[in-house]
């Protein structure tokens, strides 16, 4: 009986991801679409403006969401513990990494009111006020 009653706090992550990610961006971002690689290469922090100049500004979810840990093994091919390794290197370089926000509704508001700004939210949320570029499995 005690096993049925943990076995939905299991499931959480899967769910929150499980629709697959909507990759978002700033309605002021010169771009439709986006590539894995190009995703890929803001995230690594290697892309830091888009066409026309605007800065970058990516936006990760916190270290222990399961939304983040797809979107860091699916896109970036990693785990989110290589990556804090990565962005450490980074750091002594005078590089920040992405900024991070708690949750799906943090990343919308984030994403909406910055100019330049990129994030990945759950598929299944609402993404009202900010450009979809991709959906990912």
Do not use: C
């Not at 700033?26 to 995230?43: G, R």
């Not at 750091?91 to 992405?98: M, S, V």
């Amino acid at each position: 009986m005690r096993f049925l009653a943990i076995l939905p706090w299991l499931l959480v992550p899967a769910i929150a991801w499980g629709d697959g990610l909507l990759i978002v961006a700033n309605p002021q971002v010169p771009a439709s679409s986006i590539s894995a690689a190009e995703l890929a290469s803001i995230y690594l922090v290697q892309k830091i403006t888009w066409p026309g100049g605007l800065p970058v500004v990516p936006v990760n979810r916190d270290a222990k969401s399961g939304v983040r840990e797809h979107f860091s093994e699916t896109v970036l091919e990693h785990s989110p513990r290589e990556l804090a390794d990565y962005w450490n290197r980074l750091r002594f370089q005078g590089r920040l990494p992405p900024l991070v926000q708690t949750s799906d509704l943090a990343v919308l508001g984030f994403v909406r009111t910055v100019p330049g700004a990129i994030g990945y939210i759950s598929a299944g949320q609402a993404a009202a006020g900010v450009k979809i570029l991709a959906r990912l499995p």
